[in-house]
């Protein structure tokens, strides 16, 4: 029955509203991630920036979506509240069948540690710490014991083929490799989403594929996965690929129909 | 964040910036340094002077009955001349004090006087402590014989010239020599050596080695109550709740002996260690103030200190807190980590204080007559305030860590 509604992306606002449902009311279990007329400004200095105008989106378990779009789209934004780091300014966030869209910041620090994955562009990993420290990370915050967590975070390091790495800081470390170090700490609290920001932006295009390939083999054993870029290319490997343009959706499509459109 | 963890991470921190840390922590440590050292000196001069001193020189729950107090501080000439209109103090008051005290109180008349010494191997040498007393003295001063024994009751009753010595004297005196039975020369009046006393070493300058007791009535009497001022009359309590009923005893027997009205005062004195102590008290009164209000003034200094490297760990390691966050620290867990980093930096000053403050402590002890005793609470209490000093410092620090928006904070290099 998902796979009904992952074919068939969502073409015109109007067919997208229907399927997000009506405000106020929890979506329909089937759903991750549902946005309502998601909006948010910035106040610049008295001027006010309006980076995401109404954004309608629904994401259903075990997708791969990319959201593409040029600098100034608004993606990185929209990424923020999907990764529960910022707070929309008007319009709804369901994520995993709960409102996070008015949470505190404690409550939305619990979220980002249960049900959020993230793979930085920057890779974002502590530079004083191990792979293995660097792994552990998010289950020192979810409160679990020294020994299961290091259980854990060994079994995410195997599961990107670092499993002889572990011991090694990150400036130990070629780019590749810190990236797979930043995704087994995305996936060792088991998150709803792998929420991936650039995840190759700072990569050489041999291991772009590398990391690439990861992706695509964990969207394979199921894991829902959300990559933001601005590169054509690289979300060609998504399975779905939706377009932000000037903080609004421009288009949302399979693969098949974006790879045509962009010619890649 | 595990406390464990937080720790760890603050002595890594130490570790990696040895300079920085030294910097930082110098404040507290060198207050704690000084509160340490302070407090053990003050501890060991208590110990010198309210064991030693009141123990040895007055006795445990001891008083003596005097014309006027032997230990004096700021007497003015008024109330020495009063002191000198006084009347002495006769062995006839003091028989009056012992028929009114209880059968378990002690008494013990005695008289003092520096003498010279003689005997058939030495001639002169430094003054002696010639002390005229009946035997129970040997019990209210504990007052102890390494070799032969103290006189009786009823050599005292008798007058025997025999005499108890004190090891310097018995070195001096009888060079290399078994001293019992031998004669001592006090003044040109010869005694019999019977004792001689174990080791006692100096109180406030008084050799109490060079002491030497012959019985009340012998010929010593001669010597010391020439003047027929009676040196005084000691009696102890047989416990420390006994003790102000003796005194009042005492003071009785002697109001009613001289005849004086209810609103005179007093014109004898009646000395305890307490009385004594009372000066020690005041004196140590300031030194603990000083030797607590300094070093915590260098502690206000050191928070800041801390309270500055802390705002500068939290720029540097901005970024890293943005990490934290969107991985799910929550405020509080950020907090904790700053808040402990903090306070272990500061403990970990003044551990090290703790360390210098005793070699100060005992160095001062080594080169001067101060002596020093580390008290078990002051490390315990110092490294509690070095916590407490961090936590101080760091919790402005960590509120901002805390505060700060992981979008932005991931942002910063």
Redesign the interface.
Known sequence: MNQQITEAPLGSTAERQIVVGASGQAPDSRWVIVTRGLKRDYDMGGEVVRALRGVDLAISRNEYVAIMGPSGSGKSTLM?LI?C??TPSAGEYWLNGTLVSRMS??QL??V???EIG?V?QTF???P?ATALHNVE??L???GIT?DERKRRARAALERVQLENRMDHRPNELSGGQRQRVAIA?ALV?EPSILLADEPTGNLDSQTSEEIMRVFEELATQGQTVIMVTHEPDIAAHARRVVVLRDGLLSSDDRREAFAAKHGV | MPLFEAVRLALATIRVQKLKSFFTLIGVTISVMFLIAVVSIVQGMSRYVEDDFAGKFLGVNTFNLRRFPDIQNDVTAEQWREWQRRPNITIEDATAVKQALPADARWAMHDVVWADGSSDFTQGGPQILAEAATPEYFAIKDLNVTQGRIFTEQEDALGTDVIVIGTEVAERYFPNLDAIGRELRINRFPFRVIGVLEKQGTVFGMPLDRQVLAPFHSEMSRLTHARHNLYGVVVQAPSPAAFDGLQQIAREVMRKRHKLHPAEPDDFSLESSASALGQWMTIKKYLVLAGTVLPAIGLVVGAIVIMNIMLVAVAERTREIGIRKSLGARRRDILAQFLVESATLSAFGALIGVGLGIALAQGVAKISPLPAAVAPWSIVLAVGIGAGVGIIAGAYPASRASRLDPIIAMRSE
Do not use: C, E, H, Q
């Open positions: 923020n990764g780091l910022d910041d404690d620090a619990r980002r540690n249960k993230f930085f974002n990993l502590l004083r990370l998010p020192v915050y979810a020294s700490r609290n």
